[in-house]
Each structure stands twice: as structure tokens, then as C-alpha cells.
């Protein structure tokens, strides 16, 4: 009877775990083909400073399948991180973002920011590929900011170290993501040739009801400023958060409270420039 039981049991589970790994299977043969089938889009959020004039903004990738409908980065991106799919998709967003901040004036987009995932960091040829790209659009370099996080230092915080100064050689900014959710170590950041520290969402949401968060915000900006790297405050929603961040020398900022995540032609707009926008191939 027990083993009855058992083998029903497993004969309920193994189907769950089949359909689970065809559904992935079946994500990432449809994220093959999404690049193609033109599925694929960048939305740029801004990032302003504390008179809200816009300094930056980051690239946030989108995919809309044609059946699934929106299918959100956190589920994609790590489906493309399981192979060097990640190296395909996120070497179109960088040729897009060149190509975005070719067509726009550095007085109108100063800087733009892209997420580059440890896989794809780890590859030998990423730096070289990415100066091919700046290059080929005539880019200044200095206007690009690419965004790692923590977990780039898995395997070896060295090997990342190196990586990072070949791309700082290359005259591109560091931005290290998502700061304080990962395995963090303060003694890394000294290291590490990075320019900025973007303050996770997770830690801006209670800032004003959770002590321990703001107690972390608060070290988090006195240790930037010691350490001269500019902060970026992510998830800001309402004023209240605005303003205690500003009063702890917060000096950029990202969230729903300013902009959301907006498509090139409403980004075109709100940077009052008319863009030529490539029809689609
Ligand atoms: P992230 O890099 O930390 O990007 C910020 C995320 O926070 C974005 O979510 C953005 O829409 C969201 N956000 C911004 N302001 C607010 C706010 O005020 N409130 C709330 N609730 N959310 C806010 P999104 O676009 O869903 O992206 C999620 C994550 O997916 C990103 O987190 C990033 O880690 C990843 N991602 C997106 N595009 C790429 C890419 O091209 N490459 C890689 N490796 N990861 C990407
Ligand atoms: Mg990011
Ligand atoms: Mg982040
Ligand atoms: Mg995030």
C-alpha cells in the first residue's frame, strides 16, 4: 500500500517536473527566435538628480511573446542566463543603447545605463566587443554605464577586478547594481575600480517606517562619499523618500516617483528632441 502510495505520489510529481523543464525548454527556444521576430524592445527609465533634471536613464530589455504576452526580465533573463543566449540578447541592447546615444546629443542624454549579466561579464572577448561597438557608432565611452552585480565576484573577486579595469581602460563607468542584497563584503568595494553604487529598491521602500533600512541607506551614502562614488537611489515612489534620501547627500535618483520605464519615442519626447527612430526591418 505505502508503495502504492509512493508510486503515485511520484507518478503526480514527475509530470509537474517534465512540464516545468518543457516550459523552459520551450521559453528558450521562443527567446531564440524572439530577437528575430523583432519581439524584443528596450524601455529607458530615467534617472534624475535632485532638482529632477534628467542625468541618465537605464535600459530595461521587454519581450512580449506573441501568445504569453508580456513576459517580465526576471523570468527571461534567467532562462537566457542558463546558456550564452544572455551573450546574444544583451549584445543587441548594447549595439541598440550605441546606437541611442549616437542619434542623441550628450547636452540632451548625457548617459546611459545597461545591465550586463555575470555570464555575459565573464566572456573573454566582452570588452573587446563593446569598444567594437562604441567605435563603430562613435560613442564617447565615458557616456556608458554598465551595470554589474554582486554576483560577478562568485568565482573570483581577482578575475572580475581585471575584467573591470580592462572596461574602465576602455573609458566606461561601473555601476554596481542592486547594492546590498548579494553576498556583500564592504572590503570589495576599495578593490573594485567601480564609479557608482545604485542602493536596491528592497532598501528605499521602508525607509521611513524601517529603521534598520534607513540605518543601512545612511551608511551606505556616508561610505559612498568616503570612497568618492557617486550613489543612485533605486525605487524612489514618493516624496517622503526623496526627501530623507536627500538629506542623507543622496544626489541621483531612479523610480516611479519621477519616471517609469518609457519606449524610445516617449523618451525622445521628454528629452525634446525629435529622434529619428529606424523603422523596423
Ligand atoms: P534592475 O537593473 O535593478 O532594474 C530596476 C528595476 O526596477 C526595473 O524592473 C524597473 O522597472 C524597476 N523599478 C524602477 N523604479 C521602480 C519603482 O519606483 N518601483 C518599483 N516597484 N519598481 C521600480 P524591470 O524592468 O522589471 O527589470 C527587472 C530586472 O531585470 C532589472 O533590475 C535587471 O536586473 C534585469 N534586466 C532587465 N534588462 C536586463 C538586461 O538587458 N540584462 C540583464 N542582465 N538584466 C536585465
Ligand atoms: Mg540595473
Ligand atoms: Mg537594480
Ligand atoms: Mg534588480
Known sequence: QAKAQGRARICHFEPAMQARVAWRLEMEQALRR?????????HYQPQVDERERLVGVEALLRWTHPDHGVVSPGVFIAIAEES??????????????????????????????VNISARHFAQPEFVETLMRLL??????????????????????????????????ALGARIALDDFGTGFSSLSYLKRLPLDELKIDRSFVSDIETDASDAAIVETVLAMARHLKLAVVAEGVENAAQLTFLAAR?????????????????????????????????
Open 249 to 281: 547627500g543622496c544626489r541621483c535618483f531612479q523610480g516611479f516617483h519621477f519616471h517609469r520605464p518609457m519606449p524610445e519615442p516617449a523618451l525622445a519626447r521628454l528629452l525634446g528632441e525629435r529622434v529619428q527612430v529606424p523603422p523596423s526591418a
Open 135 to 168: 567605435e563603430a557608432h562613435r560613442v564617447d565611452p565615458g557616456r556608458l554605464t554598465v551595470e554589474l552585480t554582486e554576483s560577478i565576484m562568485i568565482d573570483s573577486l581577482d578575475a572580475a577586478a581585471e575584467r573591470m579595469r580592462a572596461l574602465k
Open 34 to 42: 524572439a530577437l528575430l521576430a523583432g519581439e524584443l524592445a528596450l
Open 84 to 113: 550564452d543566449l544572455i551573450v546574444e540578447l544583451e549584445t543587441w541592447v548594447l549595439d541598440s543603447c550605441c546606437a541611442l546615444l549616437a542619434r542623441q546629443s550628450e547636452a540632451c542624454l548625457p548617459r546611459l545605463s
